[in-house]
């Protein structure tokens, strides 16, 4: 009774202070049309040091490559560079570069920014990603403003696929990138980076002189980094953002329920590899190898990593026992092995495991559909007497501490433009990231013909054998997967080519993105 | 009394000196490696051992803490070493800000309500009425802010869309354009705090009416309303204050689950993004401010105790 007075002015200030941030509501901008997008924390941003999806994301809109690949496929076609030819020996390529288009600041695109784009990857100093793939390259001449000609020093028919990396995009020689890089890029792209909030936000704006006639769409692109995948789905549903980029499948399923928002899924080259060290106990003996795979089923590996969205990845996400990804236009469809219990504890009784067997598995328990497919492999393998005791770590552990230094683990590969690049770094006898300890005279003699063979039809034959090699005696086992990204309906035409390189150019919003009730159920 | 400050002050810079060494020596021995996660896994030998060296990981260990010392001493906090030219400074003290925010928001809508209900509780008369502020307080104080922050959502965002899902803020804005993000996580920290200091000044306020001094003067025949504004309260809130100064170091740098709750960019949403990508200066710089915070709150919290309550003498009181 005696508060009453006391209690009264508190409860009024509390009351007033709730009101007063009820109304500081924010006032959205006028009439620009605004596309809102979130992923993680994108890193670096700078070409050559960029990692990682996220960055890849957002540079796409700020550079241009000189061929961009054509999503769903690993085709190629023309962005930057008009058109290329080889000679007939598969070591000179000209290409013809796109006159009339601007750097964001103003400057003109000419050979000088290609040449100074290689050069600078070539740098030891600069320490970029992609060093070792410009190091095919012998001589860079620059024939007139337009044209440049690089010569190679080995055949090879897939070179122009390294401008299609997303760290290969093409930048300003007149350019600061060391000091401006991460805070200010700068490129051709179809968007202009406005202001960068470090680990919080970017805004980038419309390339109003962007070379492609009537593109970009919308006005504007605003990234919200949010390292919380939870956090990024609360605001897909509530409305917050009209795009999350790299959602899991399990978000995607939780996603059917709500109204006005989808889950898309886009094909890629990414492999979940689980290798065996063919060098030591007990998979240098092949028989033990193939016991392994014969204890895998594949629909249910498939099954169990996207369970309820089966029927959505049906026939685009696989199992096979190469290193070669199905999109890849040199992929052929071989028999997929059956599962055969029987026919795995014959083969280890034979290899001298009859009384079974005890493997330790290690993965990446982050990374995309790891943790699932080790644990599947746990259960299947079970029925042949072969135990799997399995050791998750987070993914930078797992790939400093872990890597090449187990015989039992799962990676994640993928992302190269031409098959070839992954057989060189991880399966000829000399590869460097050999994980496996693969080495086969018959596939080394394969991969080098293939690399050198410019028809597609030949080039296919020749992976066909490379896949057989695989399937016989190979140390591995891959789950191909692809992305799946939160869309609101009124996003249309996001494109995506196979190595994360998003394509902003087309995307148009339609409809009103806010009147659905977030609540609401469909 | 400038004796004591004085005193105080250099313990407080002894204490985060040796705070530094154990902080560096900590992230020192935590697995992961910033290089493998900037470069990726197709990193060549090459890039990483160019970026270890311009990163300067490969120099001896004393020497790398020296300079980060030297460094920190000359004000000059660094570069972030996941984010190229992000320098750590601005990035720390717009965070801080938030979570100053934030902690002012908590302060706001807790204080004023668990010290009244507190007060009210141990002076009614009313049996039910002090179960209830009782148990209320117990409840709030039992469940988490991780887990009330989940019902709040689903109540004010998603059941009855009033509210922002995630306080982070949108792209070109500041968090003053947004205080309407800052409600959620506020009241959901608010809630453990209620518990904690609801509870503390209602069994202070009944321990303080059954105390002598409150008697007497009753008996002197001084008015109800006198004997409760001028003598019990004020030291029936005593040991609530004490309570609420220990929490401030707290609500200033440790919201950390709260905030990456909620989404809200405050500095303990960035110490797990910095621990996640490995970001040691980062880390280092946010958790030697966190443990700052801390010993100001402390150390502030000790000096307006001894003016609240004079019997309390400070220059004894070490």
Redesign the interface.
């Known amino acids: 009774m005696c508060l009453k007075k006391g209690s009264k002015i508190t409860f009024t200030l509390i009351v007033v202070l709730l009101l007063t941030l009820a109304l500081f509501t924010n006032v959205s901008a006028a009439e620009k049309e605004i596309l809102r997008a979130t992923a993680v924390t994108p890193g670096r941003l700078t070409p050559g040091h960029m990692s990682g999806s996220a960055a890849a994301r957002v540079s796409g809109a700020v550079y241009d490559w000189l061929v961009r690949v054509k999503p769903g496929t690993m085709e190629i076609k023309p962005e930057l560079a008009k058109s290329w030819q080889v000679s007939s020996n598969g070591k000179n390529w000209t290409i013809h570069l796109r006159e009339g288009v601007k750097f964001h600041d103003g400057s003109k695109f000419t050979a000088e920014d290609v040449i100074y784009t290689v050069e600078r990857a070539l740098d030891p100093d600069v320490g970029h990603a992609l060093k070792e793939n410009f190091e095919a390259i012998a001589e860079i001449k620059k024939i007139d403003e337009y044209t440049i000609e690089f010569k190679l020093k080995e055949p090879n028919a897939k070179f122009m696929h390294v401008f299609t990396d997303y760290n290969s995009a093409i930048l300003s020689s007149s350019y600061d990138y060391a000091e401006l890089g991460d805070t200010k890029p700068m490129g051709t792209g179809p968007f202009e980076v406005e202001s960068i909030e470090p680990t919080e936000s970017a805004i980038l704006v419309k390339n109003t002189d962007y070379w492609v006639e009537g593109t970009p769409n919308v006005d504007e692109i605003h990234w919200s980094f949010v390292p919380d995948k939870t956090t990024q789905l609360q605001m897909l549903r509530t409305g917050a953002v009209d795009m999350a980029m790299e959602i899991t499948p399990q978000d995607v399923a939780m996603l059917r329920g709500v109204k006005g928002v989808e889950g898309k899924h886009m094909q890629g080259t990414t492999q979940i590899v689980l290798y065996m060290n063919v060098n030591e106990e007990p998979f240098e003996d092949n028989r033990v190898r193939q016991a392994l795979k014969y204890t895998l089923d594949n629909e249910q590996i498939i099954k169990s990593a996207y369970g309820l969205l089966y029927d959505q990845v049906e026939g685009k996400v696989t199992v096979n026992e190469s290193p070669l990804a199905p999109v890849y236009p040199e992929y052929n469809k071989i028999e997929e092995r059956e599962r055969d219990i029987q026919k795995a504890k014959e083969l280890l009784e034979e290899a001298g495991y009859g009384d079974g067997l005890e493997l330790t598995l290690y993965y990446a328990s982050n990374y995309r559909v790891g943790p699932e497919f080790a644990l599947a492999l746990q259960q299947m393998a079970r029925p042949a007497g072969i135990n799997i005791e399995l050791v998750g770590v987070p993914r930078d552990i797992y790939l400093s501490k872990h890597w090449r230094n187990v015989d039992f683990g799962i990676t994640g590969w993928g992302n190269r433009a031409d098959p070839v690049t992954i057989l060189r770094l991880a399966y000829k006898c000399d590869a460097p990231w050999n994980e496996s300890h693969f080495c086969n005279e018959k596939l080394d003699k394969l991969v080098e013909e293939a690399a050198e063979e410019t028809s597609l039809e030949e080039r296919k034959q020749i992976y066909k054998e490379i896949q057989e090699v695989f399937q016989k005696t190979g140390p591995v086992v891959t789950v191909n997967i692809g992305r799946w990204h939160g869309l609101n309906d009124s996003v249309k035409d996001y494109k995506e080519a196979a190595p994360f390189v998003g394509d902003w150019r087309y995307v148009t919003l339609t409809g009103d993105r806010n009147t659905y009730n977030p609540s609401e159920e469909k | 009394m400038l004796e004591y400050i004085a005193k105080r002050i250099s313990f407080m810079a002894l204490s985060l000196l040796v705070t530094s060494l154990i902080i560096f020596l900590l992230l020192e021995v935590m ?3 910033v290089v ?12 990483v051992s ?2 270890r060296a ?1 990163l300067g990981l490969n120099r001896p260990l004393h020497i790398r803490y020296l300079s980060w010392i030297n460094n920190l001493l000359h004000g000059n906090l660094g570069e ?1 070493m ?5 320098k750590i400074a601005p ?1 720390v003290i717009r965070r801080a800000r938030n979570s100053a925010l934030l902690a002012i ?1 908590c302060l ?2 807790f204080v ?2 668990s010290l ?1 209900f507190g ?2 509780g141990g ?1 009614t008369d009313s049996k039910i009425a002090e179960v209830f502020i009782s148990i209320t307080g117990l409840f709030a104080l039992s469940i988490p802010s991780f887990v009330t922050g989940i019902f709040l ?1 689903y109540i004010f ?3 009855l ?1 009033l509210l ?3 306080s ?6 500041s968090i ?5 993000s ?2 959620l996580p506020a009241v959901s920290v608010s809630l453990v705090m209620f518990g904690y200091v609801a509870r503390m000044t209602q069994s202070s306020m009944e321990d303080v009416l059954q105390s002598d001094y409150i008697r007497t003067a009753r008996l002197k025949g001084i008015p ?2 006198y004997v ?2 001028k003598h019990a309260l004020k030291n029936a809130l005593l040991p609530s204050i004490t309570v609420i100064g220990m929490n401030i170091g707290w609500l200033f740098g440790g919201l950390i689950v709260v905030e ?4 809200y ?1 405050g500095i303990g ?2 110490l ?2 910095g621990l ?3 970001d040691i200066p980062l880390v280092e710089v946010i958790m030697l401010f966190i443990v700052t915070i801390y010993l100001l709150a402390n150390f502030i919290t000790d000096l307006s105790y001894s003016i609240l309550d004079p019997r309390v003498e400070i220059t004894k009181a070490e």
């Open positions: 697995p992961g490696d493998k996660i900037m470069l990726g896994q197709h990193a060549t030998e090459e890039a160019s970026l311009e972030s996941y984010m190229e030219g992000v990035l928001a706001f809508i004023p309500i009244i007060a009210l002076l959502i965002s998603v059941a869309p922002p899902a995630s982070n803020i949108p792209p070109g804005t003053f354009q947004n205080l309407e800052l409600i109800d309303k409760i504004y990456k709750l909620f989404g960019p949403y960035l797990v993004m996640q990508s490995r």
